[in-house]
């Protein structure tokens, strides 16, 4: 019962933006988009979150249309590090401390040199 | 450095025993999730403690039980293991209230398999 959807695999050439885009078109007004990216055999790593507005931080910047449908997560300038499956989440449930996070398949970044 | 640490990293047991998997959060985090995340797949939510309680729970049977200590560290306990319970089990911790939009981070898991 996941919430969204993302392409299954990208590519991305090393130092270029890498643009990883999600769809969410189901998503309530209190559902915050979270990004996490795991590498094979690593727990997920925690990239960004975000309500409505943009967010940026250290690591990526974090798109949400207006409409809140769907997102975008940059990488400005990716490198072969950021090869990993990264997963689009909403973050669903009744209250601030009941929720779940629901995983899809996520998408396959590779960054080629 | 998420703050987040589970032990044991990895164990081997026999299909019917049980197993105890631990969770020591981040400093001052009061929640605390785990995740099943079999080869392949994305992490399946198994159940959430808020404050010692279990306030959410997923698509699991009752062998999958769970404990959260004042410390708000965590155990996992999986009785009468099967060879579908061969998984990485994944702690995750937030600091929560009345806000929805915390962070949350993930430990490096446990990885288990049952023969």
């Known amino acids: 019962d996941a919430k969204t959807t993302q392409p299954t695999s990208m590519d991305c050439a090393e130092g270029r933006a890498a643009n990883l885009p999600c769809n969410h078109s189901t998503i309530s007004g209190n559902e915050y988009v979270y990004w996490y990216r795991q590498i094979h055999s690593q727990g997920p790593q925690y990239i960004i979150h975000?309500?409505?507005n943009n967010e940026t931080n250290e690591m990526a910047s974090l798109i949400i249309t207006e409409d809140r449908k769907s997102s975008t997560l940059i990488l400005p300038h990716a490198t072969l590090r950021d090869t990993a499956v990264y997963y689009c989440?909403?973050?669903?449930?009744?209250?601030?401390?009941?929720?779940?996070?629901?995983f899809g398949k996520g998408t396959l970044l590779t960054v080629n040199p | 450095e998420t703050g987040v640490t589970q032990s044991p990293t990895h164990l081997i047991k026999t299909r019917g025993q049980q197993v105890t998997l631990r969770c020591s959060s981040q400093?001052?985090?009061?929640?605390v999730s785990w995740y099943q995340q079999a080869l392949g797949q994305g992490p399946q939510f198994i159940f959430q403690?808020?404050?010692?309680?279990?306030?959410g729970r997923g698509n699991f049977p009752p062998r999958f039980s769970g404990l959260q200590f004042p410390n708000y560290s965590s155990e996992l306990n999986v009785n009468a293991l099967e060879l579908d319970d061969s998984a990485l089990y994944l702690c995750?911790?937030?600091?929560?209230?009345?806000?929805?939009?915390?962070?949350?981070?993930f430990g490096e898991g446990s990885w288990l398999t049952v023969v």
């Open positions: 995750a911790s937030s600091l929560d209230g009345g806000y929805y939009g915390n962070t949350i981070y």
């Open positions: 989440i909403v973050r669903v449930g009744s209250g601030g401390s009941n929720y779940k996070l629901t």
């Open positions: 403690y808020y404050r010692e309680e279990e306030n």
């Open positions: 975000g309500l409505k």
């Open positions: 400093s001052g985090h009061n929640t």
